[in-house]
Antibody, heavy 117, light 104 residues
Framework: QVQLVQSGAEVKKPGSSVQVSCKASGGTFKSYAINWVRQAPGQGLEWMGRIMPIVGTTKYAERFQGRVTITADKSTDTAYMELSSLRSEDTAIYFC??????????WGPGTLVTVSS | EIVLTQSPGILSLSPGERATLSCRASRSTSYLAWYQQKPGQAPRILIYGASSRATGIPVRFSGSGSETDFTLTISRLEPEDFAVYFCHHYGSSQTFGQGTKVEI
């Protein structure tokens, strides 16, 4: 059964960028979309965007347009989320989640990104 | 964008009791899911399509509702059910409710 394995925690300076990876282990992305969702400390869930790896099409939440880029490497079944112009409010756990028919049937464990000077 | 409002924010109950969680949508939708999240863990899918239980989810979890009013019911709370629950609209836009914490 496929598992989603995410890259490790990051500490970044304000104004810099961060890239988080999400690899399908024990399977492939196949035709499922991969979504990125973040959760600030003690807060709720916020959708950032998605990619359909098989064709490379993306869709982003309006509030992250221009600041987030989601890509995928089909050859390695790995998706990437890059967030630029980081600020302290971007400190959060970033999850990747695989579509199961619109809803998210499988989630990665999350990657903590801390933005601090 | 559909806004989801969950209530109550916190639900204090005891094991064996029934839990009823509400999610209200600002516009009609049929694409409504429920997730459970425990501290330090990723969310887990419970219910999709408002009322379909995901694979492996115990029958004590049930979802109901339509259009703008949805409910997640846990018939008899087990100790492992104390967690935060989120509803999720997954149509053309993607939004989450703010969560309901079910605590002892």
């Amino acid at each position: 059964q496929v598992q989603l394995v995410q890259s490790g925690a990051e500490v970044k300076k304000p104004g810099s960028s961060v890239q988080v990876s999400c690899k399908a282990s024990g399977g492939t992305f196949k035709s499922y979309a991969i979504n990125w969702v973040r959760q600030a400390p003690g807060q709720g869930l916020e959708w950032m965007g998605r990619i359909m790896p098989i064709v490379g099409t993306t869709k982003y939440a309006e509030r992250f347009q221009g600041r987030v880029t989601i890509t995928a490497d089909k050859s390695t079944d790995t998706a990437y989320m890059e967030l630029s112009s980081l600020r302290s409010e971007d400190t959060a756990i970033y999850f990747c989640a695989r579509d199961g028919g619109g809803f998210y049937s499988k989630w990665g464990p999350g990657t903590l990104v801390t933005v601090s000077s | 964008e559909i806004v989801l409002t969950q209530s109550p924010g916190i639900l204090s109950l005891s094991p064996g009791e029934r839990a009823t969680l509400s999610c209200r949508a600002s516009r009609s939708t049929s694409y409504l899911a429920w997730y459970q999240q425990k501290p330090g863990q990723a969310p887990r899918i419970l219910i999709y399509g408002a009322s379909s239980r995901a694979t492996g989810i115990p029958v004590r979890f049930s979802g109901s509702g339509s259009e703008t009013d949805f409910t997640l019911t846990i018939s008899r709370l087990e100790p492992e059910d104390f967690a935060v629950y989120f509803c999720h609209h997954y149509g053309s836009s993607q939004t989450f409710g703010q969560g309901t914490k079910v605590e002892i």
